[in-house]
């Protein structure tokens, strides 16, 4: 009984942690760029001055840092998910993993000063694979066996 509540216990965290990531992630992909006259680095200085905001500062960062955080961003969804749910497959979470990243691409269309890009869909596919490289090779739960 005791392993069981521990097992029921850890899912429940790990349920937590997937809603926060994916909220977080949510903001991050959805909230609205402000289409600006100018590239130029010191009107978007200037913007940042005056739209002190979290989002902001991370949206209109270095393109390198952007990039990096894009390849990365859905790695944790498959690492988090086989801990909430032991018993699916590896397959169906990266399937769920892609539809999301292709979802986040399509919905971008749709929302101010953001872009839909093949190369974002590439990357965060890439991202899904190996959160499942990580869930497959590393000792993280039974998908390891």
Request: aromatic share 14%.
């Amino acid at each position: 009984m005791e392993k069981r509540y521990r097992t029921l216990r850890k899912r429940e965290i790990f349920a937590f942690i997937l809603v926060l990531y994916l909220a977080s992630l949510l903001l991050f992909t959805f909230f609205p760029r402000p289409i600006l006259e100018s590239g130029d680095p010191t009107a978007i200085a200037e913007f940042l001055k005056s739209h002190a905001n979290f989002f902001y500062s991370i949206i209109y960062a270095d393109a390198q840092w952007v990039a990096l955080g894009n390849f990365f961003m859905l790695t944790p969804l498959p690492i988090i998910a086989s801990r909430i749910f032991p018993h699916v497959r590896l397959r169906f979470i990266a399937l769920i993993g892609i539809a999301l990243a292709a979802l986040i691409e399509i919905c971008q269309l749709f929302i101010p000063g953001r872009v839909t890009d093949l190369v974002d869909l590439a990357s965060n596919t890439v991202s899904v694979l190996i959160g499942i490289a990580a869930v497959r090779f590393l000792p993280l739960n039974d998908h390891s066996k």
